[in-house]
């Protein structure tokens, strides 16, 4: 499986930003897709997570209510829409896949990273 993130760049704080995922390879394999993302300095975080097929959805606790993710298995893209941006956002933001909805719980369970693409939210 091969994760392609795009999307990233720079705004001010209370702006928005729409991250894309190319997704391709052994789809079959895929349960669901997520993104994590590292600050400067900081340990990778979690962030958001879909399952491939039924579009059950999980968010991190901190960004709840600024973030929605889709995906669209037809064109194999997923989607990070992220509204009311803060400077503690500025971060890589990396796509991914595995076998569980519940990467928060099991970071471990991520099977598949792509490259990142930075965010960064100036105040």
């Known amino acids: 499986v091969q994760l392609q993130a795009s999307g990233g760049g720079s705004v001010q704080a209370g702006g928005s930003l729409r991250l894309s995922c190319a997704v391709s390879?052994?789809?079959?394999?895929?349960?669901?897709t997520g993104w994590f993302r590292r600050a400067p300095g900081q340990e990778r975080e979690f962030v958001a997570a879909?399952?491939?097929?039924?579009?059950?959805?999980v968010y991190a606790d901190s960004m709840k209510g600024r973030l929605t993710i889709s995906r669209d298995n037809v064109k194999n893209m997923m989607y990070l829409q992220m509204i009311s941006l803060k400077p503690e956002d500025t971060a890589v933001y990396y796509c991914?896949?595995?076998?569980?909805?519940?990467?928060?719980?099991?970071?471990?369970?991520?099977?598949?990273w792509g490259k990142g693409t930075l965010v960064t939210v100036s105040s």
């Open positions: 390879g052994r789809l079959f394999s895929i349960y669901a």
């Open positions: 879909v399952t491939w097929n039924d579009g059950d959805i």
């Open positions: 991914v896949a595995g076998p569980t909805l519940r990467m928060d719980m099991d970071t471990s369970a991520v099977d598949y």
